[in-house]
């Protein structure tokens, strides 16, 4: 078999399995509202939810990278797809707020085990398209978020939360796929790329990374911000659960084709000029869509979406640039320990909504996209690659 093909088949399997991970993980925050009902919560009480399933979710991932880095990735992805599918499908029979978290604490654990791995194994399966390769493997992501608010809350709405079972045949038939790969291709699955030594990171050629993990943290808080509380800012503005889910499966729908225009673009022009635009104008949008409560409001909501994710290709690869032997590991920091720590803003925001209201909270999240857009201006010149390399 022509290794180029064979390997291209691998990134899209690869990116079948991010397809229904990130499926089963967005089909939880349209139910915060519901759980809040279900569960008689305040909001500064539901924003724990979100929380604990960012730093659970995240937190762990550049220590799940570093571990998986010599291992076979495959198999590890393939069982952080099982976990996490078992236990979303699983939440409605919770009887209890604190049986609910615990099994979103084991679905975030399933997708912290995939994310690194899977993350760091695209790019380095097709050798100079690791712009396209994680632009594909983000775009399947995008896919299943999309997919996931329209169709848990139609469950929901149509069968009640217990119903939320019917998802779960989902992550068996994917497991199973990269289990087999694992067995068949293992050349593919792990290498023999030295363990990532983590004193490095004080070191002066790691700078960059760290300027790029800074910018990370301020977008996730953005997008965690916003995908934690737009049910209930929908709710508060009269939307049904299914209105939420329409509105924010559009979002999604606009963040995937974001990924693909950007994963297409940062091949081709600027790296950190397209960081820089990407984050500028989607908190110009994001703002906005705070601001504006009308019927036609979330068309704001849904360009904010696309612009947000034309940058955040460039931030994960360009983070495999500066460790490109350890690319799951540079890959957690960037899609898991920037997230994780992000998280543990999200009840500060839920303090905030609940005294000056739910669209101030937002809107002086998405504030944080300012900072974001300075911080590029720290990367070297040219941020496309050489001078982000070790040893610069």
């Given amino acids: 078999m022509n290794q180029p093909k064979a390997s291209m088949r691998s990134v899209w399997l690869i ?10 993980m967005v089909t939880i925050p349209p139910l915060y509202a519901v759980f809040r009902t279900h569960f008689d919560l305040s909001v500064f009480q539901i924003s724990f939810l979100p929380a604990f399933v960012t730093v659970f979710g995240s937190i762990s991932q550049p220590l799940v990278g570093t571990f998986t880095d010599h291992r076979n990735r495959f198999a590890w992805a393939a069982l952080g797809v099982l976990i996490c599918g078992i236990f979303v499908s699983s939440i409605g029979f919770a009887p209890s707020v604190y049986v609910l978290t615990a099994m979103l604490i084991g679905a975030s654990l399933g997708s912290s085990l995939f994310h690194p ?3 760091g ?14 632009a594909i493997f983000l775009t399947g992501g995008t896919t299943g978020m999309a997919l996931a608010p329209l169709t848990a809350t139609q469950i929901v709405d149509s069968h009640g939360l217990e119903q939320l079972w019917i998802i779960i045949p989902f992550c068996f038939p994917i497991a199973a796929i990269l289990f087999w790969v694992s067995r068949h291709h293992s050349g593919l699955a792990h290498t023999d790329r030295p363990r990532f030594e983590w004193k490095s990171l004080r070191e002066r050629h790691m700078r960059p990374l760290w300027t790029l993990y800074s910018i990370s943290v301020l977008r996730s808080m953005v997008h965690s911000g916003f995908m934690s509380f737009t049910a209930l800012l929908g709710a508060s503005w009269g939307w049904e659960t299914t209105k939420i889910g329409w509105v924010l499966s559009g979002y999604l729908v606009c963040s995937t084709l974001g990924r693909i225009a950007g994963g297409y ?4 022009v600027s790296a950190a000029r397209l960081l820089v635009v990407s984050n500028a104008t989607s908190g110009v949008f994001h703002l906005a869509f705070c601001l504006v409560s009308s019927d036609w409001s979330f068309a704001l909501f849904w ?3 696309f612009l947000f994710d034309l940058g ?3 931030n994960i690869v360009l983070a495999q640039k500066v460790i490109p032997e350890n690319t799951s590991t540079a890959t957690g920091l960037m899609m898991g320990f920037s997230w994780g720590t992000a998280g543990i803003v999200i009840p500060l925001v839920g303090a905030l909504a609940q005294t000056a209201g739910i669209p101030t909270a937002l809107g002086v999240v998405s504030l944080a996209l300012i900072p974001a857009t300075l911080l590029v201006f720290w990367l070297p010149n040219s941020a496309t690659a050489p001078e982000l390399a070790p040893g610069s």
Avoid at 15 to 22: R, S
Avoid at 121 to 133: D, E, K
Avoid at 265 to 268: E, M, S
């Fill in 121 to 134: 194994l695209v790019t380095s399966l097709v050798p100079g398209r690791s712009n396209l390769t994680m």
């Fill in 265 to 268: 673009l940062a091949d081709r």
């Fill in 117 to 119: 791995t899977a993350g």
């Fill in 15 to 24: 990116t079948l399995g991010h397809t229904a991970i990130d499926f089963y």
């Fill in 303 to 305: 360009f904010a979406g």
């Fill in 312 to 314: 955040i290709t460039t």
